[in-house]
């Protein structure tokens, strides 16, 4: 069965620092991977994506996340943190039925 | 272009009572998905319509239904409102592609006293 993990819940780091959020997914064939951004109270706005190519994706507001088949992974990673980065993250793999199977995500909180 | 958009933006309803929850878009895609999101369990898949005139049910379709009225409309229906349908649900549309970006709307936050 398709399924997606995020193993951390809540993510705390220092202004400046550097991230990576964790993502492993269950698929038989090629993934189609995506990763979501949540602003509280907010929809949903798509980071990156991932289809097929170079395994490094980049993404908007500075995001990148590198696709590992072999680890079935594919961690999201952003060099500097902002404080208007905090929010909660998803990871998506796309399904059979054209829909999204998410990740229960990973909210982040950052330190001045 | 206003994208996915959904009304209401929130909603109190007591158990029994129904309401219809509305999306609509203006991308011209063809497929159209509704999701629940619930505190630490992610969006789950209601239903989704593939394309106009056909719908299909998704993880948790269980006391909802669904009409995909035009290309750009979807609503969904909760014809006798539970406490466990209180959540948070968001509409979202897509190309006909599996690789395409999916896009969300606001979110309607429905709570079932």
């Known amino acids: 069965a398709q399924s997606v993990t995020q193993p951390d819940i809540h993510i705390t780091v220092s202004e400046g620092a550097s991230l990576e959020l964790r993502c492993n997914y269950s698929?038989?064939?090629?993934?189609?991977l995506f990763w979501y951004v949540q602003s509280p109270g907010q929809g949903l706005q798509l980071l990156l994506k991932y289809f097929s190519g170079d395994t490094l994706v980049q993404g908007i507001k500075g995001f990148e996340a590198e696709f590992k088949r072999s680890q079935s992974s594919f961690n999201l990673r952003k060099p500097s943190v902002h404080w208007s980065d905090a929010a909660e993250y998803f990871c998506?793999?796309?399904?059979?039925?054209?829909?999204?199977?998410f990740g229960k995500g990973t909210k982040l909180s950052v330190k001045p | 272009n206003a994208g996915v958009t959904q009304t209401p933006k929130f909603q109190v309803l007591k158990t029994g009572q129904s309401m219809t929850l509305q999306c609509a878009q203006d991308?011209?895609?063809?497929?159209m998905y509704w999701y629940r999101q619930d505190p630490g369990m992610g969006l789950r898949l209601i239903y989704y319509s593939a394309s106009e005139g056909t719908t299909d049910k998704g993880e948790v379709p269980n006391g909802y239904n669904v009409s995909r009225l035009n290309k750009r409309e979807f609503s969904l229906r909760l014809e006798s409102a539970a406490p466990s349908q209180t959540s948070v649900y968001f509409c979202?549309?897509?190309?006909?592609?599996?690789?395409?970006?999916?896009?969300f709307g606001p979110g309607t936050r429905l709570l079932v006293l």
């Open positions: 979202a549309s897509s190309g006909r592609d599996r690789s395409e970006t999916q896009y």
């Open positions: 991308m011209n895609h063809n497929s």
């Open positions: 698929y038989g064939a090629t993934p189609y």
């Open positions: 998506a793999v796309g399904g059979s039925q054209g829909n999204l199977i």
